[in-house]
């Protein structure tokens, strides 16, 4: 069933630490403006501007898009939509107390569909790759990564390498004396070797506010694209020409609330991402400010 609301529900963005924050940002291309209660907000030239939104209780952990359906995602389980009315057509559901605990995004790639996996809220962190066919959602495989460095959250594949974040939290699923600071993005060859790695930003993490980065993708401009844990924002990011630390370009307002999101890669500028409060799948369109 598809839903148009007048308007998507907005929440301010959360807090972040003043200290050293706008030299940072700034020096990224980030604008900053404050608000009255003295924190600082982003803002930016272009937004994601909302399209239509579909009903889909699975769409927990995120969503992931192929040529014709898309599918929502949830701990243990996936159902399949018509991308046109939204209609589910399949799912896929694992067994409770089974080797499926937690899915998180997921990426449709050559019939298959890849979703970033873990043990949270279980420590020590455990991750893998669990592989689905596309067309009938029957489990084709996994790829263990096992005790790595933290908690994959989403998976994407760009330059012939595969790219997976690894969360960190403060709280329930951390492990001591690891918070969010410690989220790490790896690149893996095609035999899983890792090849490098990135930290994030200290202005990023703070707005994860002791969550993490929980989805994320490649897109066509060569830039990363990732969300929180539950902000109505989208980060834009580029790989560093130097060190290690991922820098932020861009804050974008759109219409969801963190988790996995996904392109429509047959429709240039197409985000698909979710609102997991409602069970909902948001379709978006990446638009300039000015557009109306």
């Not at 030299?23 to 924190?39: M, N, P, Q, Y």
């Not at 046109?84 to 067994?95: A, H, L, Y």
């Not at 939290?169 to 035999?191: C, H, I, M, Q, S």
Request: some cysteine; aromatic content about 8%; overall charge positive.
């Amino acid at each position: 069933m598809s839903v148009r609301p007048p308007d998507p529900e907005r929440r301010l963005p959360r807090p972040i630490a003043r200290v050293a924050v706008r030299a940072l940002i700034a020096s990224s291309g980030v604008a900053l403006g404050a608000c009255g209660d003295g924190e600082w907000e982003a803002t930016a030239a272009r937004r994601f501007e909302e399209l239509r939104r579909f009903d889909a209780p699975a769409a927990r952990q995120g969503v992931a898009v192929g040529a014709s359906h898309f599918y929502a995602i949830g701990n243990r389980v996936i159902t399949k939509h018509d991308a046109r009315s939204g209609r589910q057509v399949d799912e896929w559901k694992g067994s409770e107390g089974g080797p499926v605990i937690h899915l998180n995004s997921g990426v449709v790639l050559d019939g298959k569909l890849y979703c970033a996996h873990s043990n949270y809220p279980a420590v020590p962190m455990a991750s893998s790759i669990e592989i689905f066919d596309a067309g009938t959602l029957e489990h084709r495989g996994s790829r263990s990564l096992g005790i790595a460095a933290g908690s994959a959250t989403w998976i994407d594949r760009r330059d012939d390498r595969w790219w997976v974040a690894f969360a960190h939290y403060a709280g329930r699923g951390g492990e001591p004396g690891k918070g969010p600071e410690w989220t790490t993005l790896v690149a893996f060859d095609e035999g899983w070797r890792r090849i490098a790695a990135y930290t994030y930003p200290p202005e990023l993490v703070a707005r994860f506010a002791g969550r993490s980065n929980s989805g994320g993708t490649w897109g066509g401009d060569g830039l990363l694209y990732l969300t929180g844990h539950d902000a109505p924002e989208v980060y834009v990011l580029r790989l560093p020409r130097s060190g290690s630390v991922l820098e932020l370009v861009e804050i974008l307002p759109a219409p969801i609330a963190g988790q996995g999101i996904a392109w429509d890669r047959s429709e240039p500028g197409v985000l698909y991402g979710i609102v997991r409060r409602d069970g909902r799948v948001i379709v978006s369109r990446l638009v300039s400010s000015g557009a109306g």
